[in-house]
């Protein structure tokens, strides 16, 4: 099992960036792909961006693709999304998963092990 935490969240102007970073628990953490998501208000979860266990391969929604960049460190267990060009669309609670089951690297139901979230709000 692993247990996530993220932070790095914050208020930020359109333009400017941000790097949130995902600590995982756990000796089984450079074993699995990792993702992140992101939830606006009102809205449903939606996917970010994902990476394989070495950090080989990335996917990206094609909203983020190019702003985002999605990194791993497994002798840190630790799992960063670099947030670039921010949009007040970016505003959102953020949030680090382990993919568990399935093809669809892309889906929140394919993933646990779900951290607690850190808001990130951009502003106009």
């Known amino acids: 099992q692993v247990q996530l935490v993220e932070s790095g969240g914050g208020l930020v102007q359109a333009g400017g960036s941000l790097r949130l970073s995902c600590a995982a628990s756990?000796?089984?953490?450079?074993?699995?792909?990792m993702g992140w998501f992101r939830q606006a208000p009102g809205k449903e979860r939606e996917f970010v961006a994902s990476?394989?266990?070495?950090?080989?391969?990335?996917t990206y929604a094609d909203s983020v693709k190019g702003r985002f960049t999605i990194s791993r460190d497994n002798a840190k267990n630790t799992l960063y999304l670099q947030m670039n060009s921010l949009k007040p669309g970016d505003t959102a609670v953020y949030y680090c998963?382990?993919?568990?089951?399935?093809?669809?690297?892309?889906?929140?139901?394919?993933?646990?092990?779900w951290g607690q979230g850190t808001q990130v709000t951009v502003s106009s």
């Open positions: 756990g000796r089984t953490f450079s074993t699995y792909r």
């Open positions: 998963a382990a993919h568990l089951v399935g093809p669809d690297t892309s889906a929140a139901a394919s993933y646990g092990y």
């Open positions: 990476i394989n266990w070495s950090g080989s391969s990335t």
